[in-house]
C-alpha cells in the first residue's frame, strides 16, 4: 500500500516528556520524527543530543503519545451525513424520533433529499419503525431516506420510492415494513444518486476532521455498488490524495475484480455481502431465529465465495466477506478453503483475504480462519450496544447463542489476526471507547487484554491491508501517531487469574491508559499522520 497523502514539506520533530507507546523501549519519554518516519525513541536524558538539530520541539507536558488508529471498517460518506444530518441514534422512542424527522426537515427546506440514519425500534417502546404514510407528512412529501442502525434495512417516503421503477417488485419489499435486501439497496441507490458532490465532499471532510479529532490516522473505506456509488467511492480517494487528514485505504466490494481495481481499490472485499444483519433479521443462521419463524438471508454461496478468491488472489487484490451469520461464516470457509485447493494453501494464505463482523462463530470456523490466514475485522462496539442476556442479540438468538457471540479471545488464541473498526455509522467512531468494549466484552470469556485490543485496533489495522512496517512507534515506521491527555498508565489484563493492572516497571510492558468502564477515556489533543499534524486540540 503506497502513501496517499497530498505533497507535504516534513520538519524534523522533537517530542519530548512524556510517555511514548513504543515496543522498542517500554520506558520511552521523547521521540524524534524525520521525512514521516519515527526515526528515534528514547529516554529524556538522551533526547538532549537532538535538541539544536530539529526544526520543532514539542514538550508533551507529561502526555501520552501511541501509534494513530486505524478505523478498518468505516463508511466516511455515511458517517459525515450522520455528522451532519440527520442522526437518530439518540431516540429513545419513535414519539422522540419523530420530532427529530420534523424538526430536520423543517430546518432544511431547500434539500432535494433528505437523509437520516440509526433507528432502532428494538429499543423503542411502541416498536415499530415509523410508518411511509407517517413520513410523507413529515417532510412534506420530498424524498427522505432513513436507514436502521445496522444500515441492512431501512424506511423511505413515497417520493423516494417513486425514483426507483419496479421497486414493488424487488425482493425486500414489503408494504409497510422496513426495506431489506435488494428493494434496499436500489433504493439506497437512489438517494446517494441524488446527493450533490457538493454534499457528498461536504460529508467526508466532516468525517475525516472528526477521526482525525478522535486520534484515528487511517480509515479503511468499504464502499461497493449496493452500498455507496462509484463517484462517491473515487471522490473519497480523491479527497484523500488532495487534502491533510486521515489517509483513506478503499476497498470496493464487487464480484467484478477489475472493476474494484479500476477504481483504485486495494480489495474487491469489504461489504461484499454473504448475509445482511442480526438487527435485521437477514444474517444467514444455521438454525431459525428465536423470535422469527426463518434462517435469514443468504447472498453468497461456497461455490461463488471460491470462485472470488480465486480470481483476486490471482489478480493480486484482497478478497473479503461480510459474514455475520454462523451459516455465511460457514460459505465463507467452505469457499476459501476450496480456493486453498486450487490454488495452495500458501497462495491464500500470504493474500490475506478478509472477514467483515464474523460474530457467529464456532471452534470449527475459528480453526479454519487461522488456518486460512482469514483476518477477522470486527467491530467490539457491537457487543457492547447489542449484547448481554437483555440485549438484542438474546431477543434474536436465545441468551445461549447469543453468548457465543464475538469470541474475541479464542481467535487470539488460535492465532486469528484481529483488526478492529467501528463499522461507522451503525456504531460511532470512537476507537478507545472499541478497546475497552473489546477489554470488557458483556461476556466475560470472550474479553481480551486492553494491550491486545489497543494492538488490534493499531497494528492489526495495518497488518490487515498488507502491511508489517507500521502501527507501532519504532524506527523506520510511518510517524503516525497521537497525543493524549490520560491519567494514569496501567497494564491491564481481563482475567481474574492474572493482575488486573500492574505498574511494577519490572514486566517491561508499557502502559496504556486506564479503560474500566465508568471512568474517563483519554482525550486527543494531536493527530499526526505521516509526520503532517492533522489535528489539533482547541487548547493546544
Not at 102 to 123: E, V
Not at 269 to 294: Q, R
Amino acid at each position: 500500500m503506497s502513501e496517499t497523502l497530498p505533497d507535504i514539506e516534513h520538519r524534523t520533530v522533537l517530542l519530548r516528556g512524556g510517555d511514548v507507546h513504543s515496543p522498542a523501549d517500554p520506558f520511552a519519554t521523547a521521540m524524534v520524527v524525520e521525512r514521516g518516519h519515527v526515526a528515534w525513541v528514547g529516554s529524556e536524558g538522551a533526547a538532549d543530543a537532538f535538541a539544536s538539530g530539529v526544526d520543532e520541539v514539542i514538550d508533551l507536558e507529561g502526555a501520552l503519545v501511541t501509534p494513530a488508529f486505524v478505523d478498518a471498517h468505516v463508511h466516511t460518506t455515511a458517517t459525515g451525513l450522520a455528522l451532519t444530518g440527520l442522526d437518530l441514534s439518540s431516540a429513545a422512542s419513535l414519539a422522540e424520533a419523530t420530532e427529530k424527522i420534523r424538526a430536520y426537515a423543517t430546518a432544511r427546506p431547500g434539500d432535494r433529499i433528505l437523509i437520516g440514519h440509526g433507528w432502532d425500534a428494538s429499543r423503542w417502546p411502541e416498536r415499530r419503525a415509523p410508518h411511509r404514510d407517517e413520513l410523507d407528512r413529515l417532510t412534506g412529501g420530498r424524498p427522505l431516506y432513513l436507514t436502521r442502525i445496522d444500515v441492512h434495512s431501512a424506511v423511505a417516503t413515497t417520493a423516494l420510492l417513486d425514483l426507483v421503477p419496479g421497486i414493488r417488485e424487488l425482493s425486500g419489499f414489503r408494504d409497510g415494513e422496513p426495506l431489506t435486501g435488494d428493494a434496499h439497496h436500489a433504493v439506497r441507490r437512489a438517494a446517494y444518486a441524488a446527493l450533490s458532490p457538493a454534499q457528498r465532499t461536504e460529508a467526508q471532510r466532516a468525517a475525516r476532521a472528526h477521526a482525525a479529532s478522535l486520534g484515528i490516522g487511517t480509515l479503511h473505506e468499504c464502499g461497493g455498488p449496493e452500498i455507496s456509488s462509484e463517484g462517491d467511492f473515487t471522490g473519497l480517494l480523491d479527497l484523500a490524495r488532495e487534502e491533510t487528514g486521515p489517509r483513506v485505504v478503499g476497498y470496493w466490494a464487487d464480484l467484478d475484480i477489475e472493476r474494484a481495481r479500476a477504481l483504485g481499490a486495494v480489495g474487491a472485499a469489504g461489504d461484499l455481502f454473504a448475509d445482511g444483519s442480526l438487527g435485521s433479521h437477514t444474517a444467514c443462521l444455521h438454525d431459525a431465529y428465536t423470535d422469527a419463524g426463518h434462517t435469514g438471508i443468504a447472498h453468497l454461496d461456497a461455490a461463488a465465495v471460491a470462485a472470488h478468491v480465486v480470481g483476486c488472489t490471482e489478480a493480486g487484490l484482497q478478497a473479503g466477506f461480510h459474514a455475520i451469520g454462523d451459516a455465511a461464516v460457514t460459505a465463507v470457509v467452505e469457499g476459501v478453503r476450496a480456493a486453498s485447493e486450487k490454488l495452495g494453501l500458501a497462495r491464500i494464505r500470504a493474500a490475506r483475504h478478509r472477514v467483515e463482523h464474523a460474530e457467529m462463530l464456532t471452534p470449527e470456523t475459528i480453526a479454519a480462519f487461522a488456518e486460512l490466514g482469514l483476518t477477522a475485522s470486527v467491530q467490539p462496539a457491537f457487543d457492547a450496544a447489542w449484547g448481554g442476556d437483555e440485549g438484542m442479540y438474546a431477543d434474536r438468538l436465545g441468551v445461549e447463542r447469543a453468548r457465543t457471540l464475538n469470541p474475541y479471545a479464542a481467535l487470539l488464541r488460535s492465532g486469528v489476526p484481529l483488526a478492529f473498526g467501528s463499522d461507522s455509522p451503525v456504531t460511532p467512531l470512537d476507537p478507545w471507547g472499541t478497546v475497552r468494549a473489546a477489554a470488557f466484552h458483556r461476556t466475560p470469556e470472550h474479553r481480551i487484554s486492553v494491550r491486545a485490543a489497543f494492538t488490534a485496533h493499531t497494528r492489526g489495522g495495518w497488518r490487515a491491508v498488507g502491511r508489517d512496517d507500521a502501527g507501532t512507534l519504532v524506527p523506520g515506521a510511518p510517524a503516525d501517531y497521537a497525543i493524549w491527555r490520560a491519567d494514569e498508565l496501567v497494564v491491564q489484563a481481563p482475567d481474574d487469574r492474572v493482575a488486573r493492572w500492574s505498574t511494577d516497571p519490572r514486566s517491561g510492558t508499557p502502559g496504556l491508559p486506564d479503560l474500566t468502564p465508568g471512568g474517563e477515556l483519554p482525550v486527543c489533543l494531536r493527530t499526526v499522520v505521516f509526520g503532517q499534524t492533522v489535528f489539533v486540540g482547541p487548547n493546544e
